[in-house]
């Protein structure tokens, strides 16, 4: 270090300015952490094999492409480790102990009922999540109940995007809007969705409301829940 | 001749492999890669959620599958049996099996408010269309796990559900497609011992191989693309 480096403070005093080496090493734009900031997990700690699962990432899906973190300036973002790691692990315990508790306290969900006998009679009762579908099947015919709105719906679910890529700024325009947004800031496309969520919700909570639970519907005469 | 220090092994390993790959670069990328602080946001953990309870699924199927019998023959069958084998004589089988049924229903509940996350958001806008036909499709493959593994316990329930369900897509149109859909499921007349064998075929080969391929594609378009922008 030169005499540059040396910062006087006091008569006769001089002590080494402080520097924080920088290491540079390209990293989509991005300078590495400091060394002082960088984890002392070198290829001979003991802890290495424990991150080395991380590798396997790159490897396994290839290099990064141009990542939105890379036109970002630093302060930003954060490493990925362990800023953005560590949460996961926590996560994954909390959510074992949390199936641990429900499998240990609501056994009665898990309990069998007697062996199946096709001569047997038993009005079925599916699943929760099936179940606004197992409504939706007595509001009209079964053909198109079953065979005309659950497809559409997922096949316009699949081609969203490209339903929103291209009907929407048309709409955007005739409306006079400068942008087409994104649901969460969109009157159309998050209506649509609070709604399909709302009208799902619905007929849910009318399977649950049980058999003795009924509703004229125009179509089909009375509807009950399952 | 002196043992030599474990570091002094691993270091060794270390080398051996960054002689092959470019070992200790891609751990380093790994570690350092940006991500930006919006991405901290709770939300943005399902997707890593759900990655978590897919394997714990297939840990725990692995560990059913080991005392599981497949077979539908008989009354009680040794399908049912062997339910009730695991439920009540094998050690923590009880655990392993309420996990497995947990887990499918929090796995549900956890794809729905990802997806709802993403299309809030717009992340399924270019360049990631791909990806989001990838995480329905992943979507429409669990909903067909829960309707398989529905039917394996082989108890009444099972049984009368899973006979409505193959009603349903035998109704199908065209009728030859709703027969032929029927008869690839229902694999006789009646729902029965061929039913059960091909439900169970599909709930442990071919939807586990066609999951983890599937997430393998959507991880491949994740590192490909990134986080998308804020909303």
């Not at chain 2, 474990?6 to 790959?21: H, K, N, T």
């Not at chain 2, 956890?110 to 360049?127: F, K």
């Not at chain 2, 039917?151 to 149109?173: C, M, N, Q, R």
Request: aromatic share 14%; charged share 15%.
């Amino acid at each position: 270090m030169g005499d540059q480096g040396l910062v006087k403070k006091g008569p006769g005093a001089a002590t080494a300015e402080t520097q924080v080496p920088v290491i540079e090493v390209e990293s989509h734009g991005h300078n590495l952490e400091p060394d002082y900031k960088r984890l002392p997990i070198g290829p001979d700690h003991i802890l290495y094999p424990v991150v080395v699962g991380l590798a396997l990432f790159p490897i396994l899906m290839g290099d990064a492409g141009h990542h939105l973190a890379d036109d970002m300036p630093d302060d930003e973002t954060h490493p990925f480790f362990p800023d953005h790691f560590w949460p996961y692990p926590i996560i994954a315990v909390l959510m074992l102990v949390v199936v641990g508790l429900l499998a240990f306290f609501v056994q009665k969900n898990l309990q069998l009922e007697v062996s199946a006998d096709p001569r047997t009679v038993t009005i079925p009762r599916p699943d929760w999540y099936f179940l606004f579908l197992f409504q939706l099947l007595k509001l009209g015919p079964e053909l198109i109940m079953f065979g005309v709105v659950p497809p559409l719906i997922v096949t316009v679910l699949l081609v969203f995007p490209f339903i929103d890529a291209i009907a929407g700024p048309r709409l955007a325009k005739r409306l006079r809007w400068k942008s087409w947004p994104v649901p969460g800031r969109n009157i159309y496309t998050g209506a649509a969705f609070v709604i399909g969520l709302a009208v799902v919700a619905l007929l849910e909570l009318w399977a649950l409301a049980g058999p003795l639970f009924c509703v004229p519907w125009p179509l089909t005469g009375m509807v009950c829940g399952a | 001749m002196a043992i030599p220090h474990p570091r002094d092994i691993q270091l060794a390993v270390v080398e051996w492999l960054d002689e092959r790959y470019p070992f200790t670069k891609a751990v380093d990328e790994a570690l350092y890669q940006r991500v930006p602080n919006f991405a901290n946001a709770f939300y943005y953990c399902f997707g890593g959620m759900v990655f978590i309870l897919i394997v714990l699924q297939l840990l725990t199927g692995i560990l059913l599958a080991l005392y599981y019998v497949p077979d539908a023959s008989g009354t009680p069958a040794p399908a049912y049996t062997s339910v009730n084998f695991i439920q009540s004589t094998v050690f923590l089988g009880w655990l392993i099996r309420g996990t497995h049924f947990w887990g499918a229903n929090l796995l549900i509940i956890m794809v729905i408010l990802h997806m709802a996350r993403v299309y809030w958001t717009g992340s399924y806008r270019a360049p990631r269309e791909l990806n989001w036909i990838v995480g329905v499709t992943m979507f429409l493959l669990i909903l067909a796990f829960s309707l398989t593994g529905y039917l394996l316990p082989w108890d009444t329930k099972a049984y009368f559900a899973t006979e409505v369900t193959i009603k349903l897509a035998g109704s199908l149109p065209p009728v030859q497609l709703g027969t032929f859909i029927k008869e690839i499921l229902q694999g006789g007349a009646v729902v029965g011992p061929p039913t059960l064998q091909r439900f169970f075929t599909i709930h442990v080969f071919l939807l586990p191989a066609l999951i983890v391929l599937l997430m393998y594609i959507h991880f491949r378009f994740i590192r490909a693309h990134g986080i998308s922008e804020p909303m």
